[in-house]
């Protein structure tokens, strides 16, 4: 016998924060669209993961869009952005800040580096050697800086939008697996159809770019109003029962050389939450969480054989059973 539906406790306030949530989140998607022509699909799971206090991985050849959509996102949401181009000689210290000694008052003074912003575009992160690509692993997880000893909070929020080109293997470093752990979504641009490819030139062959002209659609508090809405979103028993079989059903399955972590299955929790709440929903489907796992989970799985990571959680979830 099915299982009944569960019973979402009623939340008159919470409603209204969906409801509010749904038409900025379009509102934002279409004025990103404005720019970025023909993948509004992947906007969405950008600003999803973002919604769930996530950092995304592009991984994509040059020139598909990478850099003007984290542009888009920041314009569209008025909050700070800054660029990180990841080169061999990059310190640490570039990106984290150091202390500067202060002629002056006789003293050593934090001078805070790009890090320090809303936004941050890790431009091909796989050109930083080991070191310097670990001094993002705080940042990204804690959302503070310790240089010599003194930690440093950054003001909310945070997001790390980091791009590398899979094809190009020369001058480049491996990312570790705790690095790519700290990416809730992996995800590829690709080529725009062909109309949107000609809607793009349109966009871009004048004399001002339009992504001078973006204006703000929300701003810093609205989005952070957002991902404060997320963890309100009800996940049932059965739904959190389906998220564990899932990693399980991975964990159990001697073709997977590395499984999902705990951190991974938390991860597509949040994503779940915020894809139902674009959904205009205040709680968890399983289909939410099928919507987003693979964009989830595959970067962080190694499997033997021939399939991808995308190929291989779409044959789990196809073998799991659904919940009711």
Request: charged share 20%; glycine share 4%; aromatic share 6%.
């Amino acid at each position: 016998m099915p299982a009944a539906a569960p019973r979402v406790p009623a939340d008159p306030e919470r409603a209204a924060a969906v409801a509010r949530f749904c038409a900025q989140f379009q509102a934002v998607v279409d004025n990103i669209g404005r720019v970025i022509k023909g993948k509004d699909d992947v906007i969405r799971k950008v600003l999803l993961a973002m919604t769930a206090r996530g950092h995304v991985l592009l991984l994509d050849v040059p020139g598909t869009g990478k850099t003007m959509l984290a542009r888009s996102i920041a314009a569209s949401i008025h909050c700070d952005f800054k660029r990180i181009q990841f080169t061999p000689d990059l310190l640490p210290m570039d990106i984290t800040g150091s202390n500067v000694f202060n002629l002056r008052s006789k003293s050593f003074e934090f001078q805070a580096g790009p890090v320090f912003t809303n936004i941050l575009l890790a431009d091909e992160i796989n050109r930083a050697t080991p070191k310097t690509q670990s001094a993002l692993l705080e940042v990204m997880a804690e959302g503070q800086v310790t240089v010599e000893g003194t930690t440093h909070k950054l003001p909310p929020p945070f997001q790390v939008l980091a791009t590398m080109n899979p094809l190009d293997h020369q001058g480049t470093y491996t990312l570790p697996a705790a690095q790519l752990d700290r990416f809730t979504m992996q995800l590829t641009m690709g080529f725009p159809p062909p109309e949107a490819e000609v809607e793009l030139l349109d966009v871009h062959l004048v004399d001002r770019p339009i992504i001078e002209q973006l204006d703000p659609v929300v701003d810093r508090e609205d989005f952070l109003a957002w991902q404060a809405v997320v963890p309100r979103i009800f996940v049932a028993e059965q739904v959190k029962r389906y998220l564990v079989g899932l990693a399980n059903a991975i964990r159990g399955d001697a073709r997977v050389l590395a499984p999902p972590s705990p951190r991974a299955v938390l991860m597509l929790a949040r994503v779940a939450q915020a894809h139902a709440l674009a959904a205009g929903r205040d709680y968890v489907t399983p289909d939410d969480v099928q919507q987003v796992a693979a964009d989830v989970l595959a970067h962080r799985l190694v499997v033997s054989g021939d399939d991808t990571g995308h190929a291989y959680v779409a044959e789990v979830l196809d073998k799991v059973a659904v919940p009711a």
